[in-house]
């Protein structure tokens, strides 16, 4: 919805005060709203799912899901590794030391927390913060592809080579690659750009300069795309 009123709103901008639309051209409109409007109902009821059938294997050593969160309407969708200690006490993505130093970069570039999607790969904390295995990731993958065809964004931004492997199933490496645009397999419509995890940054500060760069990159490209 959103999208129409934008392109409504520009229309009258440069003189157009009538709009019409044949029988095929109103169907698709209306579908297209409702898409819009159901991204919520349809991440609940995902979301819901995962609860059910718990298929992700980190499930049985933690103390239960963290799913996404943030505005379905975004244009960008951010994805993690996986949840940590106080992610998993919250059942809320990136709200540990990480989650607030990430806040704190993507408001410096113009980027608010609650104008973007947040997820992870897997969706349960692996034990003592490790990073999730193959077949773990593989457990959750199928609830992640449906993340971001539900809320089909321009771009997603990978923190971290995990996050890069969860989305393109490709294993490669975060110091050699950030910075690097690639097509999302599923939906070449949709950009993915792989940087730093934030926690990576606080471990290795001398890299902040270009995490930040890269998040400038990623809101550079929302305003062209």
């Known amino acids: 919805m959103r ?4 392109t409504l709103l520009a229309l009258s901008e440069i003189g157009f005060d009538s709009l019409y639309l044949d029988a095929q ?11 819009e409007e159901d991204k919520e109902k349809r991440l609940k009821e995902l979301y819901e799912t995962v609860e059910r059938e718990r298929k992700c294997i980190l499930y049985e050593g933690a103390s239960g899901y ?12 951010f994805v993690g590794e996986a949840p ?3 992610e998993d006490q919250q059942k809320r993505p990136f709200v540990g030391r990480a989650g607030r130093y990430l806040n704190q970069k993507l408001e410096e570039v113009g980027l608010k927390r609650e104008e973007v ?47 890069l492997e969860g989305i393109l199933g490709k294993n490669l490496q975060v110091t050699k690659h950030r910075g690097q645009l690639f097509d999302y397999p599923y ?19 001398n890299a902040e300069r270009e995490f930040v760069e890269d998040l400038k990159r990623a809101k550079q490209l929302l305003s062209t795309s």
């Open 187 to 205: 939906n070449r419509n949709i950009k993915v750009l792989l940087t730093y995890h934030p926690a990576y940054i606080l471990r290795n500060p």
């Open 84 to 86: 940590g200690e106080e």
């Open 3 to 6: 999208g129409i009123y934008a």
């Open 66 to 77: 963290v799913f996404g969160e943030g505005n379905p309407y975004s244009l960008v969708l």
């Open 117 to 163: 999607y947040i997820t992870n790969v897997v969706k349960s904390r692996p034990p003592g913060n490790r990073k999730p295995t193959p077949k773990e990731m593989q457990s959750c993958l199928p609830y992640l592809k449906k993340e971001v065809e539900i809320i089909k964004p321009r771009l997603i931004v990978c923190l971290g080579s995990t996050a």
């Open 25 to 35: 051209g109103i169907q698709h409109a209306k579908t297209s709203v409702e898409e």
